[in-house]
Nanobody
Framework: QVQVVESGGGLVQPGGSLRLSCAASGSIFSIYAMGWYRQTPGKQRELVASITSGGSTNYADSVQGRFTISRDNAKNTAYLQMNSLKPEDTAVYYC??????????????WGQGTQVTVSS
């Protein structure tokens, strides 16, 4: 019914940039928020950034000022522009969409994850 597909990860040198994309599709009634978590082995999952349908954004302290999240509501797509990347940004990034399907309360749907590696 609902698919969340993300892309844009890769290998980049410190100080470089990447842009992640996340597209939700299927029997969606309304999307309330989208964003990314990241997971590093040995660490707890961290919320990186989120954006609501109204455009309100939230960032982890560790990425604030370097990352920018945006969305295209018409395309049900969110973007995470990642600038000034640091080695500690290395992680698997998992996109989520907090949305309603018909006759249901909102819940999270997850992308497949994309690897971001920052290394020289």
């Amino acid at each position: 019914q609902v698919q969340v597909v993300e892309s844009g990860g890769g290998l980049v040198q410190p100080g470089g940039s990447l842009r992640l994309s996340c597209a939700a599709s299927g029997s969606i009634f309304s999307i309330y928020a989208m964003g990314w978590y990241r997971q590093t082995p040995g660490k707890q999952r961290e919320l990186v950034a989120s954006i609501t349908s109204g455009g309100s954004t939230n960032y982890a302290d560790s990425v604030q000022g370097r990352f920018t999240i945006s969305r295209d509501n018409a395309k049900n797509t969110a973007y995470l522009q990642m600038n000034s990347l640091k080695p500690e940004d290395t992680a698997v990034y998992y996109c989520y969409a907090y949305l309603n399907i018909l006759y249901s309360s909102p819940s999270n749907y997850w992308g497949q994850g994309t690897q971001v590696t920052v290394s020289s």
